[in-house]
Nanobody
Framework: QVQLVESGGGSVQAGGSLRLSCATS????????MGWFRQAPGKEREGVAA???????GYADSVKGRFTISKDNAKNTLYLQMNSLKPEDTAMYYC??????????????????????WGQGTQVTVSS
């Protein structure tokens, strides 16, 4: 059974940092495209960042230069380092796993329908 479990969320002031983790089990995540999404109240779930089997990465324009996605294959864990946080980054953050080995950067990597498995989410709140 595939399980994705996020952790690391919390409350920080603007300009602060957080590192989210997504522990995976029952899934060879290193061989697939993995992504981070977020959803703020009243808004659509949006793609934040993705990384595929060969380590290529992609980011939403709103987080480029501030967020970094990475993975530790030995620990079966996906990370999202978030720096220079802004109040508009406040949302529930989800990790997601695709059935495909490569993310379609410049294409569908940020489309939630490309991902088959989801975690339960971790809340990030940034105060001004």
């Amino acid at each position: 059974q595939v399980q994705l479990v996020e952790s690391g969320g919390g409350s920080v002031q603007a300009g602060g940092s957080l590192r989210l983790s997504c522990a995976t089990s029952g899934y060879t995540y290193s061989s697939h495209c993995m992504g981070w999404f977020r959803q703020a109240p009243g808004k659509e779930r949006e793609g934040v960042a993705a990384i595929d089997s060969d380590g290529s990465t992609g980011y939403a324009d709103s987080v480029k230069g501030r967020f970094t996605i990475s993975k530790d294959n030995a620990k079966n864990t996906l990370y999202l380092q978030m720096n220079s946080l802004k109040p508009e980054d406040t949302a529930m953050y989800y990790c997601a796993a695709s059935s495909y080995p490569l993310c379609v950067f410049g294409g569908t990597w940020s489309d939630r329908n490309e991902y088959n498995y989801w975690g339960q989410g971790t809340q990030v709140t940034v105060s001004s």
